[in-house]
C-alpha cells in the first residue's frame, strides 16, 4: 500500500509535520479536537481538519486507509492518542516526545505494543540534525567516545509563565529536557550505572531545580551533566574523543578542539533540510516513512533509559 499518513493534533508540530510530508509528496489527513483549532489550522495551512478529536474520527474513518500514524498533540493527551490508535489497529506510529509522563503509562504501552505486535517510535529529532549527523561521522572515524558532557538547563522563570498543563510543567524533564538528555544517551548507550543528585524545588516543578550527575554508558565513554533551572545556562553537548571535543551549543551546530590546542573552531555543515524545514524533523519523518529506523527512538529503548530520567529529575 502506499504511504497515505493521518496526522494527529492540529497545533504547531502538525503544522511543521504538514510542511514536510507536503515536501516528500507523502498524501496525508489530519484530525483535530476543537472545531475553532481545526479552522485556525485550516486558515493557516490551507489543509483542512477533521475536527471532534481522535476517538471520533476512529468510529467514522476506516484507520486501514493509512500506512502510518504521526501524533503531535499536547503532551498531556500524546499517551491517550497513542493507545487510542493501537487499540484501533494502527501499526506503525511516530508520537512526540515524550510520548508518556509516568513509569505506568509507559507500562501499560508497551505492554500494548507487544500485544498488537505495533511499531511506535519517540520523535526526538534532534537525532537527525546536521550537526549531529556530522558529529556521529567524525567520532566513528576517531575511534569512538572517552565522554559524553551534558547541560539541559530550563529556564524556570520563562516557563512559570506559560500557559501549560500542570501535570506537563511538574514533569518538565520528561516533558522537555529529554530533547538533549536524549540526544547525549544516544551518543553515550544506554546508561549501564548513572549516580544522580538533585536539590531545591521551584513552585511549578516541585521536585528539583539543580541537577547534577554521572555515569557511564554501554558504549563505555563516561558521562557527566549539571544543570541549574534557576540560575543561567542553555542546552549544550560536548562530546569527546580520543582526537578532539566536538561542542553542540547551539545543538544546531557543531565546533571542534583539536586535541593540544585550546582553539575551538567551527565546522561547516551542508546547508538545506535543517533551514528549510524545522530542524530534525524532514529526515526523520523521511526515515519513519521508508522503515529505516536505525536512528528512530523505540519504545523498548525508552523503557530502557526511562528509569534514568525519572532519577535524574528526582521524580518518585
Known sequence: M?????????????????????????????????????????????????????DAFIERCDLSNYSHFIVATNVCQLYDNTIALLKAGAGTILVEKPCV???EELNSLNTLIRETGAQVFIAYNRRFFSSVARARKIIAEDGGLDLVKFDFT?????????????????????????????????????????????AGSLEWH???QVFAGAGK?????????GSDWGSASRWW????????????????TLTETLKGTVVEKPIELEPGLDTEYKPGLYLQTKSFLAGDYEQLATTDELEQVFPFYMKIAGYS
Not at 218 to 225: D, F
Request: glycine share 10%; charged share 25%.
Open 154 to 198: 530550563e529556564w524556570a522563570h520563562v516557563i512559570a509563565g506559560l500557559e501549560k498543563d500542570q501535570r506537563e510543567k511538574e514533569r518538565w524533564l520528561l516533558a522537555n529536557s529529554t530533547h538533549i538528555i536524549d540526544l547525549a544517551f544516544h551518543f553515550s548507550g544506554v546508561p549501564e550505572e548513572l549516580s544522580a543528585f538533585t
Open 2 to 54: 502506499k504511504n497515505r499518513v493521518l496526522i494527529v493534533g492540529s497545533g504547531n508540530m502538525a503544522k511543521e509535520y504538514v510542511r514536510v510530508l507536503q515536501g516528500l509528496e507523502t498524501p496525508f489527513d489530519v484530525v483535530g479536537r476543537s472545531e475553532t483549532g481545526a479552522a485556525r489550522f485550516t486558515e493557516e495551512t490551507g489543509i483542512p481538519v477533521t475536527p471532534g478529536g481522535l
Open 237 to 252: 553537548l560536548e562530546l569527546f574523543t580520543p582526537k578532539r571535543k566536538l561542542r553542540l551549543c547551539p545543538v544546531e
Open 101 to 103: 509522563l509516568s513509569s
Open 217 to 225: 554508558g554501554s558504549s563505555g565513554a563516561l558521562i557527566s551533566y
Open 206 to 208: 516541585p521536585e528539583s
